[in-house]
């Protein structure tokens, strides 16, 4: 049996288990079954953590806001490697409640009608730990002195209990206590910092709704780094040792914001932080309002110049405007890498044109087996994905002009800012730029294998 069949009967497993007044153990993502929950949604994750990092130990409070879809005599939540040691729903003691792998269940004492608000307090504790997956461990992992989260797509419930799906969008305020000499970042604007003895207790508030995959958390003995005094607040926090080298390197960013803003639309966040962990990380990591780069990201020399424009471009491309579901990745990483280009052009680099022709002739020699559209599980990380989303993005320029196309790139972030949107959404969108039919353009760099030729510039 193949991968994608084996998903499609784990799907059809964990929706045949639920009954009329039961959630679905699952969001019947097919990229990711085993991952989110029907018959509620939730709207509001109040998160109190207390974390010793010597022993990795966590001891948390969870309490969620939801509203049900169904009549709810059971449902779940997803919960990795932790330990629930108490259930309140409607501050009320659950019937019942059990855990398997990578869920909660519960049943609450009354049955929730359909079209109803409720909340659920989870307590739980363990050793938090990454969860492997098909794209590797994600999750919380330790470093080696402090933390970082790597939610995605599918670690958030190595943390917290939550519905890990794109399409659940929700605010956030996380609360985390730890050893005073240690600094927690999080997404969100921080609102207070409270010393008791030697710990301290962080808090962050996250008032734009923000996908599960996206909440983080970084610990370490990081040094604050403003990056930037007017527009939008930026702040770095890294490393003691790499200070020069971090300034050096991120100097452009401010610049990078205005480049994008002018482009893209106004930056959908309160402000913007990086987090340079002191460990060598695989690639940096994308959070909602939060970029995690490795030390080794970090040169002095401009190294990483285009990893910095490509996880800032994600807070218009994934954080405010999220797939909603995950075979709609190109909408975050085609649009992400083309900003990269775009900024190459802009600070001098080689230009928007002479990287796409690179790229095609590049992938037109590789394998012509990815779908635009609908990737597949395993390939929807592929780094042809991200190339040729971003050729997508030039053939539509090519098209339209640069007028009409910035002027549809604005109006997409704005119409669907802090929401989620799928890849037929965004071909109706484009489709109101332009006077000529475009569908079908659009259609053959998403929809079939092979690689099609860029337009002729107008």
């Given amino acids: 049996m193949t991968s994608g069949a084996v998903q499609d009967s784990m799907v059809a497993n964990l929706r045949n288990s639920a009954t009329a007044d039961t959630g679905a153990a699952t969001a019947g993502d097919r990229y990711d079954p085993a991952s989110g929950n029907g018959g509620y949604t939730v709207s509001h994750y109040d998160l109190v953590?207390?974390?010793?990092?010597?022993?990795?130990?966590?001891?948390?409070?969870?309490?969620?806001?939801?509203?049900?879809?169904?009549?709810?005599?059971?449902?779940?939540?997803?919960?990795?490697?932790?330990?629930?040691?108490?259930?309140?729903?409607?501050?009320?003691?659950?019937?019942?409640?059990?855990?398997?792998?990578?869920?909660?269940?519960?049943?609450?004492?009354?049955?929730?009608?359909?079209?109803?608000?409720?909340?659920?307090?989870?307590?739980?504790?363990?050793?938090?730990?990454?969860r492997p997956s098909l794209w590797g461990d994600v999750g919380w992992e330790e470093l080696s002195d402090g933390v970082l989260v790597a939610g995605q797509p599918s670690g958030a419930p190595t943390w917290f209990p939550c519905?890990?799906?794109?399409?659940?969008?929700?605010?956030?305020?996380?609360?985390?206590?730890?050893?005073?000499?240690?600094?927690?970042v999080a997404g969100g604007r921080l609102v207070s910092t409270t010393a008791r003895s030697s710990r301290t207790q962080w808090?962050?508030?996250?008032?734009?709704?923000?996908?599960?995959?996206?909440?983080?958390?970084?610990?370490?003995?990081?040094?604050?780094?403003?990056?930037?005094?007017?527009?939008?607040?930026?702040?770095?926090?890294?490393?003691?040792?790499l200070v020069r080298e971090f300034d050096a390197d991120f100097g452009d960013q401010p610049a990078m914001i205005r480049a994008f803003e002018q482009l893209f639309g106004p930056y959908p966040f309160t402000q913007y932080t990086v987090v340079v962990a002191d460990d060598d990380l695989?690639?940096?990591?994308?959070?909602?309002?939060?970029?995690?780069?490795?030390?080794?990201?970090?040169d002095g020399d401009g190294g990483s110049r285009r990893l910095i424009a490509h996880e800032l471009a994600?807070?218009?491309?994934?954080?405010?405007?999220?797939?909603?579901?995950?075979?709609?990745?190109?909408?975050?990483?085609?649009?992400?890498?083309?900003?990269?280009?775009?900024?190459?052009?802009?600070?001098?680099?080689?230009?928007?044109?002479?990287?796409?022709d690179q790229q095609w002739n590049r992938l037109s020699g590789l394998r012509q087996d990815?779908?635009?559209?609908?990737?597949?599980?395993?390939?929807?990380?592929?780094?042809?994905?991200?190339?040729?989303?971003?050729?997508?993005?030039?053939?539509?320029?090519?098209?339209l002009g640069d007028d009409s196309f910035f002027s549809m790139l604005r109006d997409w972030t704005a119409a669907h800012r802090h929401g989620s949107v799928t890849t037929e959404l965004f071909i109706q969108h484009v489709e109101g730029y332009s006077q000529a039919p475009v569908r079908p353009l659009l259609e053959s760099w998403l929809f079939q294998g092979s690689l099609p030729a860029l337009p002729k510039r107008r």
Avoid at 170 to 176: E, G, H, L
Avoid at 332 to 351: I, M, Q, R, V
């Fill in 49 to 130: 953590l207390d974390y010793r990092v010597s022993t990795n130990r966590l001891g948390a409070v969870a309490a969620l806001s939801l509203r049900s879809t169904q009549r709810l005599a059971r449902f779940s939540l997803d919960l990795v490697g932790l330990t629930v040691t108490n259930v309140l729903v409607e501050g009320s003691r659950a019937a019942r409640y059990t855990q398997s792998v990578g869920k909660l269940f519960i049943t609450p004492a009354r049955p929730i009608n359909a079209n109803t608000d409720f909340t659920v307090t989870v307590r739980y504790n363990g050793a938090p730990s990454p």
């Fill in 203 to 241: 808090v962050y508030e996250s008032v734009e709704p923000m996908a599960t995959y996206l909440a983080t958390m970084q610990i370490g003995l990081y040094r604050p780094r403003p990056l930037s005094a007017q527009g939008i607040p930026q702040f770095g926090f890294i490393p003691a040792d």
């Fill in 282 to 298: 695989e690639i940096p990591l994308e959070a909602q309002g939060l970029s995690i780069f490795g030390r080794n990201h970090v």
């Fill in 163 to 184: 519905n890990d799906h794109p399409s659940n969008k929700a605010t956030f305020r996380i609360a985390i206590t730890l050893a005073s000499s240690y600094r927690a």
């Fill in 370 to 399: 990815l779908v635009l559209g609908d990737p597949g599980p395993e390939l929807m990380f592929d780094d042809r994905l991200y190339k040729r989303g971003a050729l997508a993005l030039h053939a539509v320029r090519l098209t």
């Fill in 314 to 356: 994600h807070s218009w491309f994934g954080n405010s405007l999220t797939a909603q579901s995950w075979k709609h990745i190109w909408l975050h990483e085609g649009f992400a890498c083309y900003a990269e280009w775009l900024w190459s052009e802009a600070s001098g680099g080689p230009k928007v044109q002479r990287i796409a």
